[in-house]
């Protein structure tokens, strides 16, 4: 089993479209989880934190599930813009190497 | 301010050949770090320096990958004797230190070896 999961897609959902990716890691003693948006041909940019409890910028939340061992992205009211790869990253402890990312999920939102 | 930058931006080479590639952390950043992402897939994990400790190697693929770092600045991959399957996007990241796990991606050098 891989260390991070994620579902390639592709997802094409309508503008103004709810969508979520879930995200999982096999390590239940991980700490730390971020979502990663990667542009076509582009680098990945740090989209957000994703915290215990929850948390929310705009039209993004992301969120832990400790006892199922994934995260997961929401995107409301989904824009054009939001076409991207999305690529979550997990800390394991102990892991020198810091973070493992996630293969990436891809997202096109169709007008 | 300035982000991590990377050199050249696009590496065309020939079978068998060496190439160098240059990453430019964030100012202050300690550590650093080199992916490879070939064309449709994640973020392989090559290495990881962390101010003057010994690198993390563990995700080198083979012997012809190497990589330094002069202090806590720059840091240079090189690729020796080059394959065809060396081909693909080599991605340097830079984070605050050892206990910020946010990492600053550069745009990336695009290498195809012919």
């Known amino acids: 089993r891989k260390e991070v999961e994620q579902d390639p897609g592709p997802f094409n959902v309508p503008e103004g479209a709810t969508v979520a990716f879930n995200c999982t890691y096999s390590?239940?003693?991980?700490?730390?989880f971020f979502w990663y948006r990667q542009d076509c041909r582009k680098e990945p940019k740090l989209l957000m934190s994703?915290?215990?409890s929850g948390n929310e910028d705009g039209r993004f939340t992301a969120q832990l599930n400790r006892a199922s061992q994934y995260i997961s992205l929401l995107i409301r009211d989904s824009k054009l813009s939001d076409s991207a790869t999305y690529l979550c990253?997990?800390?394991?402890?102990?892991?020198?190497?810091?973070?493992?990312f996630g293969s990436g999920t891809q997202l096109t939102v169709l007008p | 301010g300035a982000g991590v930058s990377q050199s050249p931006s696009n590496k065309v080479t020939e079978k068998g050949k060496d190439v160098e590639l240059r990453c430019d952390p964030i100012?202050?950043?300690?550590?650093l770090y080199w992916y490879r992402q070939r064309l449709g897939q994640g973020l392989e994990f090559l290495i990881y320096?962390?101010?003057?400790?010994?690198?993390?190697k563990s995700g080198l693929p083979s012997d012809r990958f190497s990589a330094e770092r002069t202090g806590e600045s720059v840091s240079t991959l090189t690729i020796q004797r080059t394959q065809q399957e060396d081909s693909a996007v080599y991605l340097c990241?830079?984070?605050?230190?050892?206990?910020?796990?946010?990492?600053?991606f550069g745009p990336g050098t695009r290498l195809t070896v012919t």
């Open positions: 100012s202050g950043h300690t550590a």
């Open positions: 390590n239940s003693a991980s700490q730390s």
């Open positions: 994703v915290y215990s």
């Open positions: 990253a997990v800390k394991d402890p102990g892991s020198a190497r810091q973070l493992t």
């Open positions: 990241a830079s984070s605050l230190n050892r206990v910020s796990y946010e990492q600053y």
């Open positions: 320096f962390q101010g003057n400790s010994a690198p993390d």
